[in-house]
């Protein structure tokens, strides 16, 4: 499956940004997704997931209560939407997709697709 990352930019602290993914290749709907985030400097680390059917889906701590995940499965597509930006939300936010599973994955060793990244910066 190939995936396309876009809705990235640059947004001053309290704004909001809603990231799409595309995929195409193959049955988008068999596969979980997951947002995950690279700052400078840092580890990637685990943003949000959600499961094939969209029925279950969790997000990272640090993110809880700002970030949603959601996807439409007639469009191949699957979503973050981020309010109340802070500046270290600033990072490249990959979206990845498991081949497999009923649930939502966390961690990256669990995704075999990649996205090339979408950049989002917030100013203070």
């Known amino acids: 499956v190939q995936l396309q990352a876009c809705g990235g930019g640059l947004v001053q602290a309290g704004g909001s940004l809603r990231l799409s993914c595309a995929a195409s290749?193959?049955?988008?709907?068999?596969?979980?997704m997951g947002w995950f985030r690279q700052a400078p400097g840092k580890e990637r680390e685990f943003v949000a997931a959600i499961s094939r059917s969209g029925g279950i889906a969790g997000v990272a701590d640090s993110v809880r209560g700002r970030f949603t995940i959601s996807r439409d499965n007639a469009k191949n597509t699957v979503y973050l939407r981020m309010n109340s930006l802070k500046p270290e939300d600033t990072a490249i936010y990959y979206c990845a997709a498991k081949a497999g599973g009923t649930g939502y994955y966390t961690t990256l060793r669990e995704y075999d697709y990649w996205g090339q990244g979408t950049e989002v910066t917030v100013s203070s």
């Open positions: 290749g193959r049955t988008f709907s068999s596969f979980p």
